[in-house]
């Protein structure tokens, strides 16, 4: 069970808006900056956004995030078929003398 | 360019050791926090570790701590993960990652290494 947590899965059809959720608690996401990472078939993570809504060089505007409290969102739109993969949000935790924690991961599907 | 090259993966029985070493280059590896994340086969992401720039700080998950340390040669820009009493549950892909103290930043990442724990 992941510290933070996130929709085991999403859709859309190309060209489609996308909101994945991720929700944790005052010692993670309410204290500490939100990072989305994008995992594509067989590759290593990507960072995708960082500092709750920055974008690194290199990702598109169609990836935007927002933070508020203790959950975090990421927006996808103009969803397109290489945006299939699995997302996921992440932050440093105060608990237990400090430690970083993922949410679970959601699946998107270009249907 | 920055890379991350993980090496020292392989098959291990529980309870036995191994290290593991992520080559970098492209950056001032001296000057960055490096942290380990593993992947569990079919699994999510877990981070494992951080180490600071000048290996003054060491941080582990709890399900790591006491067996797993985490470590760095800046002479030759090379990470290092020793795992020890290794268990069925640390079977993963683990990941070299460049970031920041106590944040899970994560800009790069190498290809990882795969560790199997079997007996």
């Known amino acids: 069970q992941s510290v933070l947590t996130q929709p085991p899965s999403a859709s859309g059809t190309p060209g489609q808006r996308v909101t994945i959720s991720c929700s944790g608690t005052?010692?993670?996401?309410?204290?500490?900056?939100v990072y989305w990472y994008q995992q594509l078939p067989g590759k290593a993570p990507r960072l995708l956004i960082y500092r709750n809504y920055q974008r690194p060089s290199g990702v598109p505007d169609r990836f935007s995030g927002s933070k508020s409290g203790t959950s975090a969102s990421l927006a996808i739109s103009g969803l397109r078929s290489e945006d299939e993969g699995v997302y996921y949000c992440a932050a440093w935790d105060d608990s237990l003398s400090g430690h970083g924690v993922f949410g679970g991961g959601t699946t998107l599907t270009v249907l | 360019q920055v890379q991350l090259v993980e090496s020292g993966g392989g098959v291990v029985q529980p309870g036995r050791s191994l290290k593991i070493s992520c080559a970098a280059s492209g950056f001032a590896f001296s000057s960055y926090t490096m942290h380990w994340v593993r992947q569990a086969p079919g699994k999510g992401l877990e981070w494992v570790a951080f180490i600071s720039y000048d290996s003054t700080n060491e941080y582990y998950a709890d399900s790591v701590k006491g067996r797993f340390t985490i470590s760095r040669d800046n002479s030759k820009n090379t990470l290092y993960l020793q795992m020890n009493s290794l268990r069925l549950e640390d079977a993963a892909i683990y990941y070299c990652?460049?970031?920041?103290?106590?944040?899970?930043?994560?800009?790069?990442w190498g290809q990882g290494t795969l560790v199997t724990v079997s007996s």
């Open positions: 990652t460049r970031g920041s103290p106590s944040d899970v930043d994560f800009d790069y």
């Open positions: 005052s010692s993670n996401i309410g204290g500490h900056h």
